[in-house]
């Protein structure tokens, strides 16, 4: 049982808008930042979203994040057949002396 | 342009110490504000950070792990070598490593964050 929660699943249609979730606690979400990846199977995790909301150069703007109190969420519009990946958010806890916690990670399917 | 690898066993017996090492490169671990973290991920499960090695030689581990871990540094080959005692088939996972960088105007662990990562070697504990 991961302490930040997703959606194991999501799916959209070529050209539209995914929201995926990551519910969290005040100790981790509430008082820190999240931070956004995609996983392609079998390659290394890529970040897409850093402080919340900030985009890494040379990540698509079709990419978003926002934040609010315990929750975060990660927009992907104009969806493509290439974004069909897993994505999970990371943020710091401040429980058990401070650690990273991830979400289980969300399996996003471009129907 | 930043890469790392991870290498090691595929296999470990239960009760054995795992070594595996992280060989980068396109940065140095002297620079700072930069650090190497090791992470897994459990066949169908979350992703669990392990340690963390900081530029200035700092280390941080979790908390449930810290008894079975250790991380060190090789500034020189450009390596993280991270070691895992009493190994357990609950243990089995997907090793990553990856580079960490500090925020802008933020200190502490906190202000660290993973921007690249390896691809991951699959460790498996069984006898």
């Known amino acids: 049982q991961s302490v930040v929660t997703q959606p194991p699943s999501a799916s959209g249609t070529p050209g539209q808008r995914v929201t995926i979730s990551c519910s969290g606690s005040?100790?981790?979400?509430?008082?820190?930042?999240v931070y956004w990846y995609q996983q392609l199977p079998g390659t290394a995790p890529k970040l897409l979203i850093y402080r919340n909301d900030q985009r890494p150069s040379g990540v698509p703007d079709r990419f978003s994040g926002s934040k609010s109190s315990t929750s975060a969420s990660l927009a992907i519009s104009g969806l493509r057949s290439e974004d069909e990946a897993d994505y999970f958010c990371?943020?710091?806890?401040?429980?058990?002396?401070?650690?990273?916690?991830f979400g289980g990670g969300t399996k996003l399917t471009v129907l | 342009q930043i890469t790392l690898k991870e290498s090691g066993p595929t296999l470990v017996k239960p009760t054995q110490t795992l070594t595996l090492t992280c060989t980068f490169s396109?940065?140095?671990?002297?620079?700072?504000?930069?650090?190497v973290a090791w992470l897994r991920q459990p066949p169908g499960k979350a992703l669990e950070w392990l340690a963390i090695i900081y530029w200035d030689g700092d280390k941080r581990y979790s908390p449930p792990l810290k008894s079975r871990l250790t991380i060190t540094k090789d500034t020189s080959e450009h390596q993280v070598v991270l070691t895992v005692t009493n190994m357990d088939p609950v243990d089995t996972a997907t090793y990553f490593c990856?580079?960490?960088?500090?925020?802008?105007?933020?200190?502490?662990?906190?202000?660290?964050?993973?921007?690249?990562w390896g691809q991951g070697t699959l460790v498996t504990v069984s006898s």
């Open positions: 990371a943020v710091w806890t401040d429980s058990l002396s401070g650690r990273w916690v």
């Open positions: 990856a580079h960490m960088l500090r925020g802008p105007g933020c200190g502490g662990s906190r202000c660290y964050y993973y921007d690249y």
């Open positions: 396109g940065f140095s671990l002297s620079t700072d504000g930069v650090g």
């Open positions: 005040s100790s981790n979400i509430g008082s820190n930042y």
